[in-house]
């Protein structure tokens, strides 16, 4: 995750409340402790059951599927990852509303010391949710909108999807939550991007983050958009970043699932405020670049261990058989192994020799899917002089 708000400006908002305590001009001494170790944000996908049929969906959700966890078995993981001392888990689906322990479950792990965040469609949050989620102690609710209304609508296969998610985010915003909205990028809703930002701009939604579109599910690299436009998209966002803040505006900006898009601002930031772009410089070597399969983990509706929420097709175990603290801190599986020192692995004309690769490293399930898991990400659009290639 790229915080291209406060890479450029200095400041940020429910970043600041999620990462930081203190002074917040130092780097997190949490993020600090992390960087040295394996402990992840953990993404759980509660069911595979959803209410909508999105395109791109990378569950591929739908109807409920036999095998999900029981109530008795969440917990117990819930517990596992208190053990590890878990910074955040991200309830996400399918649709997590869709199942009836939602609220217990995510009580139990507030009360465990675990911050708790939602990835939901949003249609289903009446004020009635709202404050049921609130009550449960959900720390952040993230809804996906991809569009305004006939682009999202199209994207979500419902009419109205896109009034019902927008209402459904005003009511948990009014309930008291920190808000905000998911918007993964495809060649058929790049044309909205400003139209919704300036959108959760007037609501005085705080964030808005965009995801990168990872090929996995229903999704495929022919819906993506080419590196040409995900240049000029990461220069408006830049620019547009800094006129939020300068119209005293409070949503900030993210992307997601391009850790090339950190490099691009950090050089970006050099051409106009040397400090502001070491310190940015400073923050993404903690952070590492991808971080999947060492601080970023999924367990699926069925227990099943992966790199991230876009890697169902391989498999680490599964916390029926074997803990996820045994797995995760003691890993013995290949892969897991690898990224962690995927430094030592990463090849290919553009990665292989980039002198960014330490801080960055490409996307490596993107890398995966176009045919090589330690090759170049497809979806850099640096340069070969301003990654040092001559």
């Not at 200095?10 to 990462?19: I, K, P, R, Y």
């Not at 993020?31 to 791109?56: D, F, G, M, Q, Y």
């Not at 803990?323 to 892969?335: G, V």
Request: net charge neutral; aromatic share 10%; glycine share 8%.
């Amino acid at each position: 995750m790229i915080g291209i708000t406060k890479m450029v400006t200095g400041d940020a908002t429910v970043s600041e409340f999620l990462t930081y305590s203190g002074d917040k001009s130092r780097i997190p001494k949490a993020l600090v402790e992390a960087s040295k170790k394996a402990i992840p944000v953990t993404v759980w996908n509660v069911t595979s059951r959803c209410n909508l049929k999105c395109i791109h969906c990378y569950a591929d959700a739908g109807g409920k599927k036999e095998g999900e966890l029981t109530t008795e078995e969440a917990k117990a993981f819930i517990d596992d990852l208190a053990s590890m001392k878990v910074p955040v888990l991200l309830f996400s689906g399918g649709e997590p509303l869709m199942r009836k322990d939602i609220f217990e479950l995510a009580e139990y792990a507030v009360s465990k010391g675990i911050r708790c965040s939602l990835s939901t469609n949003g249609t289903l949050i009446t004020p009635e949710i709202a404050e049921k989620l609130k009550e449960a102690g959900f720390s952040y609710v993230g809804v996906s909108l991809d569009g305004m209304p006939e682009t999202n609508d199209r994207f979500r296969g419902l009419k109205g999807a896109f009034q019902r998610a927008l209402d459904g985010l005003i009511n948990a915003k009014e309930a008291g939550l920190l808000t905000g909205i998911r918007f993964t990028v495809t060649k058929y809703n790049l044309k909205d991007v400003p139209e919704v930002i300036d959108l959760l701009a007037e609501n005085d939604i705080p964030r808005f983050c965009l995801y990168h579109l990872v090929p996995s599910g229903r999704a495929d690299f022919k819906d993506d958009i080419s590196v040409q436009e995900r240049r000029k998209l990461i220069d408006w966002l830049f620019q547009k970043a800094l006129q939020l803040h300068d119209e005293g505006y409070r949503t900030e900006i993210l992307t997601v699932d391009n850790p090339a898009d950190g490099i691009y601002a950090y050089l970006k930031l050099k051409e106009n405020d040397e400090k502001l772009a070491e310190t940015a410089f400073e923050f993404m070597k903690f952070r590492g670049g991808d971080n999947s399969g060492k601080r970023i983990a999924d367990v699926d509706m069925f227990g099943n261990v992966h790199p991230n929420q876009f890697w169902w097709d391989y498999v680490v175990g599964n916390i029926r058989e074997q803990k996820f603290s045994e797995m995760w801190l003691k890993p013995k599986d290949e892969l897991l192994i690898k990224l962690r020192e995927k430094t030592k692995y990463i090849r290919g004309e553009r990665c292989g020799r980039c002198r960014y690769k330490e801080i960055c490293g490409g996307f490596r399930l993107r890398a995966l899917r176009a045919g090589d898991l330690w090759g170049d990400d497809p979806s850099c659009y640096l340069t070969k002089e301003e990654i040092g290639i001559v």
